[in-house]
């Protein structure tokens, strides 16, 4: 039994020493991928992509029906992908048959919305079209229009209808603009700042006054901090006394240890924590532990 004949690769070509291009390594130029003759010549992908443009040499795999079958169905980038092709390829081969190009995430653009470009500033383009701030960069750039700096877009009359009506604050917060901003253009056009509404006590808002902090109380009321504090001085009626503030009695004391400790702040009306750290500042061991 003779044994299997070993099959022989055919010679590799090299390059030539004073560095011309032969033409075998021409002909390899037109039927091999550049990765495959820089590892059969030797020479640089740099080279070899030179030699190729200078030769007007493409070695672009040829379309076939069903490559063309997934044109438009998905993004441009996922075909390319899946068919190994640069993406550049896959969106000239598109426009080439004219497929239109389908994308989840990708609609066109309204006369309104491209109005806006070079007008207003990119990020609020953005958020009144709902689309991304590369994408409205790239439509502005695209139709050569300039930027615009959000502090000096010009103001709209529905921004101008918002001084005097909102606190600075909201509206810098509504336009997309900075306080002092807000501020110029309010005192340009000669705007009084805007008064917050008297807050009118009634009977059972004056009963809490003193029976809580007054932070909590005017997030109860839902009005500033300043606005209870004057009211509780003005009736002299002194400041809430906080339970970690409020000295322990003796028979506070002598429950520790004794009773639980929920039971012992539910007795003494102090918060749970209030509890374990004097009975652990004192040693005093805990019930059941």
């Not at 390059?15 to 990765?35: C, H, I, M, Q, Y």
């Not at 959000?150 to 900075?178: F, N, Y």
């Not at 909590?216 to 009321?221: E, W």
């Not at 007795?267 to 924590?273: D, E, H, I, N, V």
Request: charged content about 30%.
């Amino acid at each position: 039994m003779k044994p299997p004949a070993k099959k022989t690769l055919p010679p590799e070509p090299t390059p030539a020493k004073n560095g011309r291009w032969t033409a075998e390594e021409d002909r390899l130029l037109a039927t091999k991928s550049v990765r495959t003759v820089a590892r059969l010549t030797g020479r640089s992908l740099q080279a070899i992509h030179t030699r190729r443009w200078l030769k007007h040499l493409h070695t672009n795999k040829p379309w076939s029906p069903e490559d063309d079958k997934l044109l438009g169905t998905r993004p441009d980038a996922q075909v390319a992908q899946f068919l190994k092709r640069p993406r550049y390829q896959v969106a000239y081969r598109r426009r080439q048959l004219g497929i239109d190009f389908k994308h989840p995430d990708y609609h066109p653009w309204k006369p309104g919305e491209v109005a806006m470009l070079g007008w207003l500033p990119d990020r609020r383009v953005a958020a009144m079209t709902g689309r991304t701030l590369q994408n409205v960069s790239h439509k502005r750039r695209k139709l050569g229009l300039p930027s615009v700096d959000p502090q000096l877009a010009r103001w709209t009359p529905e921004e101008d209808a918002l001084l005097g009506r909102l606190p600075d604050k909201e509206v810098a917060k509504k336009t997309g603009r900075t306080l002092n901003g807000v501020l110029r253009r309010r005192v340009n056009l000669k705007i009084p700042t805007p008064t917050p509404a008297r807050h009118v006590w009634t009977d059972q808002e004056l009963a809490l006054l003193g029976t809580m902090s007054d932070p909590d109380l005017a997030r109860q009321l839902h009005c500033p901090t300043y606005v209870v504090n004057f009211k509780r001085c003005s009736l002299n009626v002194p400041a809430f006394a906080d339970e970690r503030l409020r000295p322990w009695t003796p028979e506070e004391t002598q429950l520790l240890g004794i009773l639980s400790d929920g039971e012992v702040a539910r007795r003494t009306g102090r918060s749970l924590s209030a509890i374990i750290t004097r009975r652990a500042r004192l040693q005093i061991p805990m019930k059941n532990p």
